[in-house]
């Protein structure tokens, strides 16, 4: 608790990217994927990524995950230099900074709603009766208090997704990483689902960046990056992004139209 | 993280797929329960050994007639009498020797009011008692006087004076041997087989020249059956018996081409013989074990190399939300060890098992002592971490970004 209420109040950008760039090699074929992004965000900010399918959002939120490593650039989180860490201290970093949120929710099969909560409190060195009473309290706050000594499968899409969402927040980290949270879910699923994220932005001052492909979604962020073959084609205050989306989106059909 | 974390986790693998994992199990098992099976043979057997040398007393040889080597012209067959209490009171006094108690040995009748048994009587010398580790429980054991007088007296065994009186005190009473009076001056203490005699517990011991009047009919009235002799030292025991071959075969006057007409039986070579055989079996059982050891550890490695294909996912979910790859290697390591703890467990019970079964039998005493069960752990742990290490390292190489796109 004590670290990242430092990491908190620390004083510059929580996410810094300067000019990464990405490649993904088969057979030492080289498919470029990300072609020199860069993209600062402060704590607090709500940002909502948006692309088509392929354009390089999962891999650059994979980056700003410390799941992987660009292939140049650099990359500040927290004011830590990621690409000069070890991966033990990149698992650390990941424990302490990032809570992540998937679309396929990610849950442990044979593990209590509970213990899932409380694993990377667990990874922190907390002890056993400490992780379990902190994660029973998260799970009170995402409203899923009572499913507590729940399978993961015996629960509902939606549900699964909130025990995720407590799993992220449990060791309190200053970002959250959600690539697509809501592409499994019903509308209104996704509606109660963005409405939590919503809530920690604004209650909170959680920093969240979140991946969609739905403008619905992206109107809950404060800000709009959207990308287009690895590049970023927009970064703005989200009301002026998505205008410029629907706009776009008109001229594509009407070209279609036109053809 | 936590051991206790790591041990939970462990056994909820274990748990997740109990039929897999049984059958991985059993390599471990059957090789354990060999290892301990192996020490337990030899530890029974040296029990034995050491139990039967105690009621033989320790050092011992016999020497007795051997008439298939007396052939020809200088006897008769039929008459052969070539030990006599000449001989033993000649090898008593060889430098070598610390004792040698002439024995006559039958079956006889023992009864006592209504209550009658067959058993073995053996007409002997006070230095028997010596010489063999007799102890008495209740009485006295019999005295020269004894032998110079053929006094009716004997000594019975722990269980055949248990037979005749139960709980009384059979001192002073009088039971009949084949129909002759005897008093009972003394009863044995000692338990267990001897060489010659089969259960000591069993015999019944009176004076050698009483023996000869009352049950026994001998050629000569000197003849005995054969001669108990005991060494001064263990490491002298070789030249004692050289000293009584040479002694005997001076006696008896035979040729240097002529055989002997006597043998000399050295007990000491049948423990030997038993401590043979022992290791023989320990080896066999060893080489089961360290055999089944290896191929169990090997089906270990497999099956956890097939558990982390399976868990790719599951192992970039731990990596993703802070799992070190130190966690992960201790995860799936700690897995391993786990699985070989608990196979080697029930090895133990399994040896256990047939331990005492085998006991039951009565015929051999297997246990399993605190050593085997260490041994057993040990072994299991090495196992577990020498043939689970590979897919541990395998897992904790792994790359995060990776196993969450494993489907
Ligand atoms: N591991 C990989 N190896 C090779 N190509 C990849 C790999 N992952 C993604 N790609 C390619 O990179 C591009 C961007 O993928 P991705 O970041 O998943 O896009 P998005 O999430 O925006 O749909 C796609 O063309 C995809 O085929
Ligand atoms: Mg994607």
């Given at each position: 608790m004590m670290d990242s209420m430092i990491v908190h109040s620390a004083?510059?950008?929580l996410v810094e990217i300067t000019d990464v760039r990405k490649s993904y090699f088969s057979n030492r074929v080289e498919t470029p994927v990300l072609h020199g992004i860069n993209v600062t965000m402060q704590r607090g900010d709500f940002v909502a990524v948006m692309g088509q399918s392929g354009s390089g959002k999962s891999t650059l939120m994979n980056i700003l995950g410390c799941l992987d490593t660009p292939t140049s650039g650099a990359y500040r989180l927290a004011g830590v230099?990621?690409?000069?860490?070890s991966r033990a201290e990149l698992a650390t970093l990941r424990n302490r900074t990032i809570g992540f949120v998937f679309q396929s929710f990610n849950l442990l099969k044979r593990m209590s709603v509970l213990d899932n909560v409380a694993l990377p409190l667990i990874y922190a060195g907390v002890s056993r009766s400490a992780s379990r009473s902190r994660a029973q309290t998260q799970l009170d706050k995402v409203g899923l208090g009572e499913l507590?000594?729940?399978?993961?499968?015996?629960?509902s899409g939606g549900q699964q997704q909130r025990v995720a969402i407590a799993r992220a927040l449990v060791v309190d980290p200053p970002l959250i990483l959600a690539d697509e949270p809501t592409g499994n879910l019903d509308t209104r699923t996704s509606n109660d689902i963005m409405a939590l994220l919503n809530e920690l932005n604004r209650e909170r001052g959680q920093s969240i960046i979140l991946v969609t492909h739905e403008p619905d979604i992206a109107a809950h962020a404060k800000r709009l990056v959207r990308l287009k073959d690895g590049l970023v084609l927009y970064d703005g205050p989200a009301a002026e992004g998505l205008r410029q989306l629907r706009t776009d989106d008109n001229t594509a059909s009407a070209s279609e139209v036109s053809q | 993280m936590k051991l206790i974390h790591v041990l939970s986790e462990a056994l909820r693998a274990m748990l997740a797929n109990p039929l897999r994992t049984m059958l991985t199990m059993l390599g471990i098992i059957i090789g354990i329960a060999s290892v301990v099976l192996m020490l337990a043979v030899g530890d029974g057997i040296k029990l034995f050994i050491d139990k039967q040398l105690s009621v033989l007393g320790s050092n011992l040889v016999i020497v007795q007639a051997d008439s298939r080597k007396?052939?020809?012209?200088?006897l008769r067959t039929g008459t052969v009498q070539t030990i006599t209490l000449d001989d033993a009171e000649a090898i008593n006094r060889l430098p070598s020797v610390k004792g040698a108690a002439p024995m006559l040995t039958t079956y006889s009748q023992i009864s006592y009011g209504n209550d009658n048994t067959n058993t073995q009587v053996q007409g002997t010398t006070p230095i028997s008692f010596a010489i063999r580790n007799l102890r008495l429980a209740k009485g006295i054991g019999l005295s020269e006087v004894d032998i110079a007088s053929a006094s009716r007296v004997a000594v019975l065994g722990k269980k055949v004076a248990e037979q005749l009186f139960y709980k009384n005190d059979p001192i002073g009473q009088t039971i009949r041997i084949d129909n002759q009076s005897f008093q009972v001056i003394g009863v044995l203490d000692n338990e267990g087989q001897s060489f010659?005699?089969?259960?000591?517990?069993?015999v019944v011991m009176v004076p050698i020249s009483t023996a000869r009047v009352t049950l026994i009919r001998t050629a000569t009235p000197r003849t005995v059956q054969y001669v108990v002799v005991q060494s001064k030292t263990t490491e002298g025991l070789n030249d004692m018996v050289a000293d009584i071959y040479d002694l005997m075969r001076d006696r008896h006057r035979i040729r240097a081409e002529e055989p002997d007409d006597f043998r000399v039986v050295n007990f000491g070579e049948f423990a030997k013989t038993g401590e043979a055989i022992a290791t023989g079996l320990s080896i066999a059982l060893g080489f089961v074990g360290a055999v089944s050891l290896v191929v169990g550890g090997i089906g270990i490695m497999n099956i956890m190399l097939v558990s982390v294909t399976e868990r790719t996912r599951e192992i970039g979910i731990r990596m993703a939300i802070g799992a070190r790859p130190s966690d992960v290697l201790w995860q799936f390591l700690i897995e391993a060890v786990a699985i070989c703890l608990v196979s080697g467990i029930i090895g133990v019970a399994l040896s256990a098992g047939v331990a005492s079964a085998v006991s039951s039998t009565g015929k051999f005493e297997m246990a399993i002592g605190a050593k085997a069960v260490g041994i057993a752990v040990v072994f299991s742990c090495i196992v577990g971490i020498f043939f689970g290490f590979y897919p541990a390292r395998r897992a904790s190489k792994l790359q995060p970004v990776e196993c969450l796109r494993y489907e």
């Open positions: 004083a510059g950008a230099d990621v690409g000069a860490q507590a000594s729940r399978q993961p499968n015996q629960l | 007396a052939v020809g012209a200088r010659d005699s089969g259960d000591i517990g069993e």
